[in-house]
Structure formats: C-alpha cells, structure tokens
C-alpha cells in the first residue's frame, strides 16, 4: 500500500502540548464499524459503561526513563554537541540510541554527559561509539552499569518529549509527572504508552466496581515510534524492535476470558503489538519475552485483542496504518475527520478513542 494512503491535514490548534486536569478527563470518541451509528462522541469517564462485566483491559507498565541527553564529543581540540536518544537496551551498559549528528561521530569516540547541559559542570557520565548501523542508529558502550547507569541517565537525561511537542516548547519538570502512567513498573521506555495516561486511581475503581479486569503486559517503547515513514510503500518500511513481556499468568488469565465469550481490550497500540506478537493462527496467548519488531497493517488478520483504546495519531504513522487495519481504512478517515471538526485534542497529551473491529 502506498504511505500517502494515510496522509490526512491536521489544523496546528489540533495538538495537546499539555494534558487535561484531572488526566481522566479526557475526551473519547467510539468507533463501531458496521454499527447503525459509526461514531460516538464519549468520555474516559465513561469507559465503564461501554465495556461489559468480566470484560478485560490490558496495560503497559512500562516506566519511561529521561532517555534524551546531552553530551560532548572532543576532538583535535574541536568539542561538538551531541544529542543522544537512547531507545534499546543490549545490555547492562550498553544502548542503541539515535544520535545527532551521527555522520560526524566515528567509531571509539567518547562522548561525554556533564551535570549540565553546558558541559562545564562535573563529568556525570561518558560512552564509546561501538558500532553504526545501516538503520542509522548507534551502539553506546557506557563507563557505568546496571544500576549505576540507571541513576546517571536519571541525573542527566530528559524527558524525550515526541518531536510536535518539543518543537513547541521546551521539556521542564511537570513532564516526568505527566508523561508516566500511574501504574508504571518496569523502567525501560524511551516514550509514554500514552493511551494509559488517561488512567486514575478514581477510573480504575469504577471499572473494578463495573467487574472489568484489568492485566498487565510489558513492552519498552523505543524512540522508533517518533520515527517518519520515509518510505513510498509500507512494504518497505523497516521496523524498530522493541523488548516486551507476557507472563505466563496473564496468557492464561486472558485466554480464558475470551473462551467465555468476553473481550480482552488492549489500552495502547503497545499492549496490542506485544499480544499480537505472542498470538498465534491458533488465537492463543502464549508467554513471550523477547524483542518484536511486528508491523500491523490493512488486510491484517487480528488473533489476539477484540477491542482498543488509544489517543489519536499522526499522518502517515505506522500507528494511523494499525489503527485502520484494525477498524478499517475508511472507517478511521471519518472518525479523525470527526474529531478534528470537533475539536478533539491528538497525539500524546490530547485526547482518547475506543476502537472496536471492522468485520470481515
């Protein structure tokens, strides 16, 4: 399929640069493919009444780490600013990361992170450029480790900001708040499964009280997902690989509710690429731990989810291409038709949608 097939305009005032207060009080729009009514103009709040007793909702408990730094790079007496986005750990020291500019980085150079971003405060941290790859990223190879390294990247990192907000206005400390879900777990995200930010204390009660349940899967975000598609085909596009989890537990916990007829909803296009990565033709959920790298589009053949909620995204996205493989391609151009004429707010900080399935 042709990229442009999903291009769409999106009006600049369209775009949440902040979240909602309270974050559940976010609008939601529901699309039902072949329903009487396609689109329902909705609320979070809500999201109890529109799913049934013994229902399920399964969330990333990914932690986002201040994965954006700032480093220095000396050479024959020339110092250069380089910007570093981790996006996969390889190992206990050591990440690839996207780095600018990496033409003018060689191998077995160190770059340097200080205290501040001016690199004259003290030395914090320092990585060898080990390898590049022909997908453009860089191997890092840090002087501290495992946990030692955690609270370095914690010192000097920010908070990497997707690319349309960041143009906007400049990452400050009410981000590590608001760009974490509150059920945050395992620390390894270069960005938010920001379908999951919309989740309180409050909404978690209600959907317990509706008998909703709610499960856990883990997959690290990496900086990939901000990524453009450069290509003209999606056949062509190349996906990043990004580290997730499903015990053995909630494989089976979730396997059971859809044997008794109720529907397992993913809450992010995050919880969906790590179930569907470990479904089989079969339709059962298996245990995985391990790296995907699995690229959902139209004429995809869903086994393992019967819902999803998920913010809205950007034109030409691999998550726009999901969203319409799941509810149709047609179906998605007129909810986010709708939603921009009604003033929904997109992407991470902006507003929700419930997507159920178009039907063969």
Same mark, same amino acid.
């Given at each position: 399929m042709r990229?442009d097939?999903?291009d769409?305009?999106?009006? %600049? #005032?369209?775009? *949440?640069?902040?979240p909602? +207060?309270?974050?559940?009080a976010?609008?939601m729009?529901?699309?039902r493919?072949?329903?009487?009514?396609?689109l329902?103009?909705?609320?979070?709040?809500?999201?109890?009444?529109?799913?049934?007793?013994?229902?399920?909702?399964v969330?990333n408990?990914?932690k986002?780490?201040?994965?954006?730094?700032l480093?220095?790079?000396?050479?024959?007496?020339?110092? !250069?600013?380089v910007?570093? %986005?981790?996006?996969?750990?390889?190992?206990?020291n050591e990440?690839?990361?996207?780095v600018?500019p990496?033409?003018?980085?060689?191998?077995?150079d160190?770059?340097?992170f200080y205290?501040?971003?001016d690199?004259e405060?003290?030395?914090k941290?320092s990585a060898l450029?080990?390898e590049?790859?022909?997908?453009?990223? /860089?191997?890092?190879?840090f002087?501290?480790?495992a946990?030692e390294?955690? !609270?370095?990247?914690?010192e000097?990192g920010?908070i990497?900001l997707?690319?349309?907000?960041?143009?906007k206005r400049?990452?400050?400390a009410?981000?590590?708040?608001?760009?974490?879900t509150?059920?945050?777990?395992h +620390?390894?995200?270069?960005? *938010?499964?920001t379908a999951?930010?919309?989740?309180?204390?409050?909404?978690?009660?209600a959907?317990?009280?509706r008998?909703?349940?709610s499960?856990f899967v883990?997959?690290?975000?990496?900086?990939? %997902?901000f990524l453009?598609?450069?290509?003209d085909k999606?056949?062509?596009?190349?996906m990043?690989?990004?580290?997730?989890?499903?015990?053995? #537990?909630?494989a089976q916990? /979730?396997n059971?509710?859809?044997?008794r007829?109720?529907k397992?909803v993913?809450?992010?296009?995050?919880?969906?690429r790590?179930?569907?990565?470990a479904?089989g033709?079969? +339709?059962?959920i +298996?245990?995985i731990?391990?790296?995907t790298d699995?690229?959902i589009?139209?004429?995809?053949?869903f086994?393992a989810?019967?819902? /999803?909620m998920?913010n809205?995204?950007?034109?030409?996205?691999t998550l726009?291409?999901?969203v319409?493989?799941?509810?149709? =391609?047609?179906? =998605?151009r007129a909810a986010?038709?709708f939603?921009?004429?009604?003033?929904?707010?997109?992407?991470s900080?902006?507003d929700?949608?419930?997507l159920?399935?178009?039907?063969d």
């Amino acid at each position: 399929m042709r990229v442009d097939d999903f291009d769409f305009d999106l009006p %600049t #005032e369209n775009i *949440a640069l902040r979240p909602v +207060k309270p974050r559940d009080a976010s609008r939601m729009l529901v699309v039902r493919p072949g329903a009487d009514q396609l689109l329902e103009d909705s609320a979070v709040l809500s999201l109890p009444d529109l799913l049934e007793p013994g229902d399920a909702l399964v969330f990333n408990n990914t932690k986002v780490i201040p994965a954006q730094l700032l480093g220095f790079r000396d050479r024959d007496g020339v110092r !250069a600013k380089v910007g570093v %986005t981790l996006h996969q750990k390889v190992s206990a020291n050591e990440w690839r990361a996207f780095v600018k500019p990496a033409k003018k980085l060689r191998l077995d150079d160190t770059v340097k992170f200080y205290g501040n971003d001016d690199g004259e405060g003290e030395l914090k941290l320092s990585a060898l450029i080990c390898e590049k790859s022909e997908a453009g990223d /860089l191997l890092l190879r840090f002087d501290k480790s495992a946990g030692e390294l955690d !609270a370095a990247i914690a010192e000097v990192g920010h908070i990497p900001l997707p690319p349309y907000i960041a143009s906007k206005r400049a990452e400050d400390a009410q981000d590590r708040e608001d760009y974490q879900t509150v059920y945050a777990e395992h +620390k390894g995200a270069v960005a *938010a499964p920001t379908a999951g930010l919309h989740f309180t204390d409050r909404l978690f009660d209600a959907l317990k009280k509706r008998g909703i349940e709610s499960h856990f899967v883990t997959l690290h975000v990496g900086a990939g %997902t901000f990524l453009p598609v450069k290509v003209d085909k999606t056949e062509d596009h190349k996906m990043h690989h990004e580290w997730g989890e499903i015990s053995e #537990e909630t494989a089976q916990k /979730l396997n059971e509710i859809r044997a008794r007829g109720n529907k397992v909803v993913a809450v992010g296009t995050t919880s969906l690429r790590i179930l569907e990565s470990a479904t089989g033709d079969d +339709k059962v959920i +298996k245990p995985i731990s391990g790296s995907t790298d699995i690229f959902i589009t139209p004429g995809y053949k869903f086994k393992a989810i019967d819902g /999803l909620m998920t913010n809205f995204h950007l034109p030409k996205s691999t998550l726009f291409m999901l969203v319409s493989a799941f509810s149709g =391609m047609d179906e =998605m151009r007129a909810a986010y038709t709708f939603a921009i004429e009604n003033g929904y707010r997109f992407y991470s900080y902006g507003d929700s949608s419930l997507l159920f399935p178009k039907g063969d």
